[in-house]
């Protein structure tokens, strides 16, 4: 049966549709099947679809086939690029749900692009939200993400159910919320990673058992979320991505580059989430890009033996900042 916004999301009755099936996605959509929900399904690699598929989900050839089988389409892609591709684009989600229905885009993305989408789903009698989220391979698994949630507050409300299954919902207000809060957060959680990182390879520079150091720190100040989700594996230089690197790129540069519209157009001055670029950059140049973000270590290990680090801030800086 189909179950579009306002009436009441069930197992036995909502349909619901995923697309983008990596790390995150596959990890999230496979918790909705758990929970007894029909799952539609589409990625561009088709061969990423068969740990769903062998449970029960349905694979599809496009956005669009998504969308026309469900009355909710997550979306969890790489890019903006990649957002307005399959929800926008012709043969995107937008050009086959139904009134009624909602496209709820966890990807970490543009806000101008949220409330364009947001509008075009307007347009349609359908909803936008957007919710991009925060904990990493780990929190999709046990589902305990952070969800960072801007549209419509009712119909943020309305999609409880299904948030409640991948972690925990907050709104955060009007479209391009969601984004805002998940920019902001990727400048939180980039500057944690590179203070851990720093903090280890010094306390290995200077003759220290490196974990008994961590775990003497992790009960005080300096202790954090990030400390327990990449302690551990960046002193046993596990690098085995829950978010790339390459993403860190993205998110913080559209923290750096953003222009919010408005009369007063502005750019946010961000020395450290700048900084945080050029180093995570530097792992995307050295061909490390589609390793996780607690590989960044790596770069501040290399640059105990040279200059490059010194190099960065004296980028940075050199911009008028002050």
């Known amino acids: 049966m189909?179950?579009?916004?306002?009436?009441p999301i069930s197992p036995s009755q909502t349909r619901v549709g995923w697309i983008g099936i990596g790390v995150m996605g596959a990890a999230m959509a496979g918790r909705l099947l758990s929970a007894g929900y029909s799952l539609t399904i589409?990625?561009?690699?088709?061969?990423?679809?068969?740990?769903?598929?062998?449970?029960?989900?349905?694979?599809?050839?496009?956005?669009?086939?998504?969308?026309?089988?469900?009355?909710?389409v997550f979306t969890m892609v790489g890019h903006?690029?990649?957002?307005?591709?399959?929800?926008?684009?012709?043969?995107?989600?937008?050009?086959?749900?139904?009134?009624?229905?909602?496209?709820?885009?966890?990807?970490?993305s543009h806000p101008g692009l949220a409330?364009?989408?947001?509008?075009?789903?307007?347009e349609r009698v359908c909803w936008a939200v957007d919710?991009?989220?925060?904990?990493?391979?780990?929190?999709?698994?046990?589902?305990?993400?952070?969800?960072?949630?801007?549209?419509?507050?009712?119909?943020v409300e309305w999609l409880s159910p299904l948030f409640e299954l991948m972690g925990k919902v907050t709104y955060m207000?009007?479209?391009?919320?969601?984004?805002?809060?998940?920019?902001?957060?990727?400048?939180?959680?980039?500057a944690n990673l590179l203070g851990l990182s720093e903090g280890l390879v010094f306390a290995e520079w200077a003759g220290l058992n490196v974990r008994q150091f961590m775990n003497a720190i992790r009960g005080g100040a300096a202790g954090s979320k990030v400390m327990e989700?990449?302690?551990?594996?960046m002193i046993e230089k596990d690098f085995k991505p829950g978010g790339f690197a390459e993403y860190m790129v993205k998110d913080l540069g559209m923290g750096v580059d953003v222009v919010e519209g408005g009369e007063d157009e502005k750019v946010a001055?961000?020395?450290?989430?700048?900084?945080?670029?050029?180093?995570?950059?530097?792992?995307?140049?050295?061909?490390?890009?589609?390793?996780?973000?607690?590989?960044?270590?790596?770069?501040?290990?290399?640059?105990?033996?040279?200059?490059?680090?010194?190099?960065c801030i004296h980028s940075i800086l050199s911009y008028n900042v002050w």
């Open 2 to 7: 189909e179950t579009p916004y306002p009436n």
């Open 42 to 72: 589409y990625a561009r690699t088709p061969s990423k679809a068969f740990p769903l598929t062998s449970r029960g989900a349905h694979f599809v050839d496009s956005p669009r086939g998504v969308a026309e089988r469900s009355d909710v």
């Open 80 to 108: 903006p690029s990649d957002v307005r591709s399959v929800v926008l684009d012709e043969g995107g989600v937008l050009s086959g749900l139904k009134p009624g229905g909602v496209v709820v885009d966890t990807t970490s």
């Open 115 to 122: 409330r364009e989408i947001f509008a075009a789903a307007r």
């Open 131 to 155: 919710s991009p989220v925060s904990g990493g391979d780990i929190g999709a698994r046990d589902g305990k993400l952070a969800i960072l949630a801007g549209g419509d507050g009712g119909v």
């Open 173 to 190: 207000g009007g479209p391009g919320c969601g984004q805002s809060s998940k920019i902001a957060n990727q400048i939180v959680v980039g």
């Open 229 to 233: 989700l990449f302690g551990e594996r």
């Open 269 to 311: 001055v961000l020395p450290g989430a700048a900084l945080g670029k050029q180093l995570f950059s530097a792992m995307v140049a050295n061909g490390k890009g589609t390793l996780g973000t607690q590989g960044l270590i790596s770069v501040i290990d290399r640059s105990m033996a040279g200059d490059f680090v010194a190099c």
